[in-house]
């Protein structure tokens, strides 16, 4: 897998930016994110439905958790925290899908699903 041409938007510490960007989460979020991108990419034609809904669930992943840390109560917090919990967890079935269909490789799948692993590990003490 290569993601050398992905764009990582996380900010070096010289860089500004905002309070999410600091999270080990969303920074994990965002390395997942690159890898979803990747893989779609690669894609063949004919997986339109799985790849919508890969490109729409790990983009809700990096969405809800920044959302999520500009709340200000703990239970709104909670409840975006949740949405991309349940995002996490829905890529992890379509990269379980995709790995049946034999439309990703076993090297993708397993870092992706460590990834995913980790996320939704950290989302649930969040």
């Not at 439309?103 to 969040?126: A, H, N, P, Y």
């Amino acid at each position: 897998m290569d993601n050398t041409s992905v764009v990582k938007p996380v900010p070096s510490p010289e860089e500004p930016s905002l309070s999410h960007e600091r999270l080990d989460v969303y920074k994990a979020s965002i390395e997942f994110l690159a890898i979803a991108t990747d893989i779609l990419e690669k894609l063949p034609s004919g997986s339109t439905v799985i790849s919508n809904q890969l490109d729409r669930a790990s983009l809700s992943i990096v969405l809800n958790i920044a959302e999520g840390a500009g709340k200000q109560t703990a239970p709104d917090k909670h409840k975006f925290f949740g949405i991309a919990k349940g995002s996490a967890m829905e890529c992890g079935g379509i990269f379980d899908a995709l790995l049946v269909k034999r439309k990703i490789d076993r090297e993708s799948f397993v870092t992706g699903k460590k990834l995913l692993i980790r996320i939704v590990s950290m989302l649930s003490k969040m």
